[in-house]
């Protein structure tokens, strides 16, 4: 049961991104496509790719360290971990319990939860009801390597992703960061957007390799949908609300720059945005930018951050909070 009196703010974020790049002119190499049309139609020009070492936990691990120093929060003093995660390596053991070990959080319980590139929300949920529930200290980290998923012989899908990881940590305080979060869901939508076995088998140097997955998607009324979710929500905060626009950051998913465009036409406000850098990082995205809000000064002590993610599922999920800093 919720005790009205615990409240959870985040005090700390972090994030890390793959060494390796691939860029606009690369895909051009591999697929029919061009900088200009990738550009014009995503905003994307950049994005960092997973090496054969890098899963959503190695990546989850520096991020957490990042966010836990920013704390000042050491990891034995953490009570969970929750990875939102769509991409793990394994289905077990958790990439929750490969950061734990990873960052050494002896005392923390640890566990995953998947809502694809609306993870990190409903990941932020989850967080924020352990806090509610008694809990002090939480990591979350959202984390996906999507192009482990990506066939490059689709020119539709392999533009978008890019591989990275964030995270924050909650702390229980007297007054509420995280004021309010809704989550929604469309089971009746999952073809959208899915992750498929490619019926495809692959021959190389006379053997045959067994088929690799793939993600299929149905762009534009994925386009539209979240589109129709980011600026629904945010008109639906900043009336309840009653926000200020000049104190109020909004920290979307970075799915394309159009969804970003066409809601900063109807909000007459500019969300913040960097998939010109990153692509979309599924469940890492919102906390991405979240931490780069931070760093930048983008978010000021006192302000009001929205952030809001949408994905297959179809889930989606946005959330208010109130930046109260970081520890000095
Ligand atoms: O993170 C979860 C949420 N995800 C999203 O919100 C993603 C939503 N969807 C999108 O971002 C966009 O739908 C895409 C970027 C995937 C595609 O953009 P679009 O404007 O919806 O293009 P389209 O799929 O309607 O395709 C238009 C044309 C087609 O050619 P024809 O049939 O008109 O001749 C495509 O074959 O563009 C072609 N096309 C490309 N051309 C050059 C599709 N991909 C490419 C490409 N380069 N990479």
Known sequence: MKNESRFATIIGTGFKVPEQTLSNEDLSRMVETDNEWIVSRTGIRNRYIASKDDTPWSLGAYAAKMALEAAKVRPNDLDAIIVATCTNDAPFPSAACRIQASIGASTAYCYDVSAACSGFIYGLHVANMEIATGRKNVLLVGADTMTRNIDYTDRSTCIIFGDGASAAVLQESPQPGIIDISLGSDGTQAELLKHVQDPRTRAFEGKTYAPLPSIKMEGRPVLRFATRVMVDSCLEYIDRYKLDKNHLCIVPHQANQRIIDAAADKLQMQPYSNI???????????????????????????????????????????ALMRWNGTPE
């Not at 890492?284 to 000064?297: M, P, T, W």
């Open 276 to 318: 010109d850098r990153f692509g979309n990082t599924s469940a890492a995205s919102c906390g991405i930018a979240l931490h780069e809000c931070v760093q930048k000064g983008v978010i000021k002590n006192g302000d009001h951050a929205f952030l809001v993610a949408m994905g297959a599922g179809l889930t989606w999920g946005y």
